[in-house]
Structure formats: structure tokens, C-alpha cells
């Protein structure tokens, strides 16, 4: 005799299994999320008449300067990951607990999709609209705070990621400023992500091969 909790999960595993035969995963959810900031973006400074793209321009030295602003944010998550104390573990508890099991299907270029989009569509909201529409009016402190503190509060994952997500908005934005291109960020918050996604997804998997053995 089969109780109610069984029925369920086996619903719930044939459930999955239909989603992933339709080939919709997880990961979908985020590119389309991310992606989906871009055109939201471009939308609303259409209707205010201010364009998030003004200081966006191919060139290869915005591309090296986005690398190279990349490499402080690593530099810190490699930190947090080495010592994880206090409100930096929570964060990262979170990952492998709540995130990381989302992704677990995922391979190399889903995470480079889902962070190229996270790059593109995060920096044209954040920085190329709110950051450069309340810069113009209020000065670049004013645009790059507002821009970081609601950057901070749409990653509600904890009151300390909200805070790391700050500063590291804020250190974005500066970015922008130094360069004066907004291709910079872009590169440096997906090329960060991109790699964050690989580390983190890296010692998840060797954490549990060790429980195992």
C-alpha cells in the first residue's frame, strides 16, 4: 500500500522527468530572466528619452579592462570561499543548498549563457539606465548608490549578500566611470559569474565526492 507521500514524489519525479523530456531546465528560467533585463531596459529609457547604450562601444580595450576589473571580485570570492565566516558562510550554505542543486544539470556553456546574459542584461539596467540617468541629473555619487543599493536589494538572498551585492555594484559602477564604457562592466560582472559559477559547482561536486568516500 503506497502512502500519500509516496504518490506525490512519484508525481513529482514524472513531472520532472516531462519537463526535462521537453527540454525546459532550470537554467532556462535564469537566461531568459537576465536576457529579458536588456529589452526592459531600452524599453523604459525610450519612454523617459534617455538611452542606457550612450556610453556602450565595441572596442578591445574596453574588453581588457573588463577582464582586468574582473580580477578583484575573484579575488574576493576566492577569499569567502577560503574563509568562510559568519554571514559569508549563510552565503554560501545558500548555494549549495538552495542554488547550486537548480544547476547540477548544467555544464560549462549553460553557465557561460546564463552569465553572459546576467552581464548584458544586469549592467544595462543597473548602470546604463539607472546609474547613467540619475548621474546626468544628480551627480555621479548619487547614480552610482542608488544604482548599487538597488542593485544590493534585488539579490535578497540575506541581509549579508544584500551587502556584498552592494559593494560589488558600487565597485561596478566606478568602473564605468574609470573606463567610461559601459562594454567594461558587462565584461567584468559576466566574466566574473562565469567563473564564480565554475569554482562554486567545482567544490560542491569534490565536497560530495569526498562525503562518498
Known sequence: MKIQGDVDSEDDMEEDDALEGDGIRP???FVLLEAGLAPTSLLIGWALGFSPLIDFSWNSEAVIWG???ALPM???????IRWPIGPLQRIKTFFDRELAPLLGGCNWSDFLLI???AGVGEELLFRGLIQGALTRTFGHITGVAAAAILFGLLHPVSLAYIVVATLLGAYLGVVWIVTGNLLSV???HGLYDFIALLILMSAR?????????
Open 67 to 69: 577582464i582586468a576589473a
Open 115 to 117: 552569465s553572459m546574459a
Open 205 to 213: 561536486k569534490a565536497n560530495g565526492a569526498d562525503q562518498e568516500s
Open 186 to 188: 558587462m565584461v567584468a
Open 27 to 29: 537554467f532556462a528560467f
Open 74 to 80: 575573484l579575488l574576493f570570492l576566492a577569499t569567502t
